[in-house]
């Protein structure tokens, strides 16, 4: 009885810990929630209070203005994570199943990449951009982004494709099966888990990246929302705090939706894997 209560009381304080916990990350949700539906006045006189009434229109006011730079940020996430995953897909394979002279070399260089930290090589990358014409371009932000994501995204799927058993490859190709139909029909299927959280992940990058396009974008209609929403705080001044928080909750959505929608297919993945294997 003794262990059992001791048990409950353990529990009970790790339900509370966690609880806690769960509390203080929601707080600044909730916060901004909270905020986005007051006026200036009801924000600073009533800090912690509820909005009475609610301003409904900050919402529609703040999407107005930040709808542009949402689509864009969109646009460039999901193209360069579709890239990362074309061409990571790729390398992994090369360097899981593949053997060529140098591969460990050249996997350990790549990797030393890794190490070098991105704020070193912002400058030369800008220069580079810059002398090839693609600044103040979409393909700024596309083209980095692929090219960044891809040496992580490379290890990800050679860890993940490097477990794929070999017999299924041997017996697709003993059945006639070209090396691309092997790749296709039977590597991208089985790495579907992999290649969903590599887009995600790229895709959360991209979306919260705010030094790179700050330097590289000049034009406002070809801006990111990181970098938006700075632009927004300075057009509405301090005297629309309602509808900045509220241009803050409606830049969360697509990266919800990304998630969501990259969970599904990592779920449905993991099983057909599961199941193929």
């Known amino acids: 009885m003794n262990i059992r209560q001791h048990l409950n009381f353990r529990q009970i ?41 609610a301003r409904w229109g900050n919402y529609a006011e703040a999407f107005r203005v930040v709808w542009r730079y949402i689509v864009n940020t969109v646009g460039y996430a999901v193209a360069g ?16 199943k593949k053997t060529f002279p140098g ?23 800008y220069v580079l951009y810059e002398n090839m014409g693609l600044t103040n ?13 891809q040496i992580f995204g490379t ?5 993940y494709m490097a477990g794929l058993p070999g017999e299924l490859f041997e017996a697709a190709r003993i ?18 888990p992999i290649l969903a959280t590599l887009f995600i992940m790229q895709s959360v990058g991209v979306y919260n990246d705010y ?14 929302i990181s970098v938006g929403l700075t632009l927004f705080t300075k057009q509405f001044g301090v005297t629309d705090l309602g509808t900045r928080f509220a241009a803050y909750a409606i830049s969360s959505v697509p990266l919800l939706f990304i998630f969501s ?10 099983t057909q894997g599961a199941l193929k294997m």
């Open 13 to 53: 304080g790790i339900i509370a810990i966690l609880a806690l916990l769960v509390f203080l990350t929601l707080v600044p949700i909730l916060f901004m929630m909270i905020s986005s539906l007051k006026s200036n006045a009801q924000i600073l006189g009533n800090f912690w209070g509820m909005p009475s009434p």
């Open 261 to 270: 929608f990259g969970m599904k297919y990592y779920i449905q993945g993991m």
């Open 155 to 159: 290890f990800l799927c050679r860890t």
């Open 81 to 96: 994570s579709v890239c990362v995953m074309l061409l990571s897909s790729v390398s992994g394979y090369l360097f899981a």
């Open 175 to 192: 059945d006639g099966a070209t090396e691309r139909r092997v790749f296709l029909q039977i590597v991208v299927p089985l790495s579907l």
């Open 137 to 149: 371009t979409p393909w700024a932000i596309i083209v980095s982004s692929a090219a960044g994501g």
């Open 211 to 224: 030094i790179w396009p700050l330097l590289t974008i000049r034009d406002s209609n070809l801006q990111v």
């Open 103 to 125: 591969k460990e070399m050249l996997f350990l260089m790549m990797l030393a990449i890794m190490m070098i930290p991105g704020i070193l090589t912002l400058i030369p990358s």
